[in-house]
């Protein structure tokens, strides 16, 4: 924090709001201002060309840096407990100059089996080509990493809770493995955000996000983030980003996720809470089959997110005892649950992993990376409760009638 000093450390809500701000240094404006300038004039040639070795710090131009987008990206890394961070244009520019950056040919990345679609078609569809080898295991069993993993293991990469089925990861078990091997552990955080969970401080060595989800919150835009050490961000943002993707953010998504983050703290207390309501709720009801929340004294993931998480999270899997067919119909008999893609809105919504955002997955191989067909998929939002249980009631009973 830069404005007020004070010698206890400053609480998460307080440091989502103010961190690496001070009004006073731009005519008391509360907010941080959006500077929309592709580049910055040189006060002399000279000093140009020492912006650009690095001998002098500065803005010159947007990809390597802006200033509204320096704001987000400390005060981020200030939320995850790191030294420095990035922020991209998208949750796949942040998971990609990560890879671009740390890999090489011969390089072997061990991921657990349970990603986001697109992040799954990155590892078993493409990143081959360029002589990187990719290892699936089941990341909820730490031994499996230890038989895995070896001296060519770059990157070890899981999603916890995973995307869609909410497996989870054992963060501090897996760190440690990969400490031994000097490996890369990269974490996607996109699910809890760094109010529920902090990967850093558990020993990973990378967080990554999509920022269209919580952290942005509103579902009104695409961003990502890179959160590790300096150094290792110094190279993200020089390799990964400003060379090889260029995914760089827009001084304005900066800017909204920033005012994203103000309620980040609230927003994710009113989706744990009501999430963990509605999933008590679905799984007593008699046309469910399972729900996966790990909040459930039932799921086999409990006592891990209890103690790794601080609250459960505001996403549900469900699978219904008419299987696929059920659980369209669940989804088109919704009335107030919006069917869409994405999470972490204000609004709920649902929408169906295998023909949708897993779709990348073979039809054959979801079984094997450990989802259904059937599986449905709910991103709670901000609704009333009671709203969001009537309308999930009424349309299971239909079901049962139909
Ligand atoms: C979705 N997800 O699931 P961008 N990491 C995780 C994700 O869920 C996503 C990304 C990265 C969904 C998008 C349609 C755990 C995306 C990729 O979409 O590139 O910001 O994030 O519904």
Redesign the pocket.
């Known amino acids: 924090m830069q404005a007020k000093k004070r010698n206890t450390p400053y609480g998460f809500a307080t440091r989502a709001i103010h961190h690496g701000y001070n009004p006073q240094d731009y005519h008391g404006a509360l907010n941080p201002p959006i500077f929309m300038s592709s580049t910055f004039g040189f006060k002399d040639s000279g000093h140009g060309t020492e912006l650009f070795s690095g001998d002098a710090e500065g803005y010159f131009y947007h990809r390597a840096g802006n200033p509204t987008v320096s704001v987000l990206e400390n005060r981020l890394a200030e939320l995850e407990g790191a030294e420095a961070g990035i922020a991209t244009?998208?949750?796949?520019?942040?998971?990609t100059a990560a890879f671009w950056t740390l890999l090489n040919s011969g390089d072997e990345i061990i991921a657990d089996k349970t990603?986001?679609?697109?992040?799954f078609s990155v590892l078993q569809h493409h990143i081959g080509r360029f002589g990187v080898k990719t290892t699936f295991i089941d990341m909820s069993n730490p031994d499996e990493l230890a038989r895995a993993i070896s001296g060519n293991t770059r990157i070890v990469y899981c999603?916890t809770p995973?995307?869609?089925n909410m497996r989870l990861v054992d963060i501090a078990a897996i760190a440690e493995i990969c400490k031994q091997y000097d490996a890369s552990f990269i974490v996607?955080n996109?699910?809890c955000t760094p109010y529920l969970q902090r990967p850093i401080e558990l020993g990973a060595d990378i967080v990554?996000?999509?920022?269209?989800?919580y952290l942005g919150g509103h579902g009104d835009l695409?961003?990502?983030a890179v959160i590790a050490n300096r150094e290792m961000i110094d190279q993200i943002r020089s390799v990964g980003l400003t060379e090889m993707n260029g995914a760089i953010i827009s001084s304005l998504d900066a800017f909204l996720i920033m005012r994203g983050l103000k309620t980040l703290q609230l927003r994710m207390d009113r989706h744990s809470q009501t999430a963990l309501k509605l999933a008590k709720l679905l799984q007593d009801h008699p046309a469910v089959d399972i729900v996966y929340y790990p909040g459930l004294v039932s799921s086999p993931f409990h006592q891990l997110a209890s103690r790794q998480m601080s609250q459960y999270g505001g996403m549900i899997a469900l699978e219904l005892k008419g299987g696929i067919e059920a659980g369209r119909n669940f989804m088109d008999a919704l009335q107030l649950v919006t069917s869409?893609?994405?999470?972490g809105d204000a609004e709920t919504?649902v929408?169906h992993?295998a023909s949708?955002?897993?779709a990348k997955y073979e039809p054959e191989e979801r079984e094997k990376h450990g989802f259904t067909d059937g599986l449905i998929?709910i991103?709670v939002g901000l609704e009333d409760y009671d709203d969001l249980a009537t309308d999930m009631s009424d349309a299971l009973s239909s079901l049962k009638q139909g």
Do not use: F, W
């Not at 244009?89 to 998971?95: N, Q």
């Not at 990603?115 to 992040?119: F, M, V």
């Not at 869409?340 to 999470?343: F, G, T």
């Open positions: 244009s998208s949750g796949m520019g942040a998971i990603l986001y679609g697109c992040t999603e995973a995307n869609p996607d996109t699910y990554v996000h999509s920022a269209t989800k695409l961003a990502g869409a893609v994405s999470l919504l929408q992993p949708m955002t897993h998929r991103s």
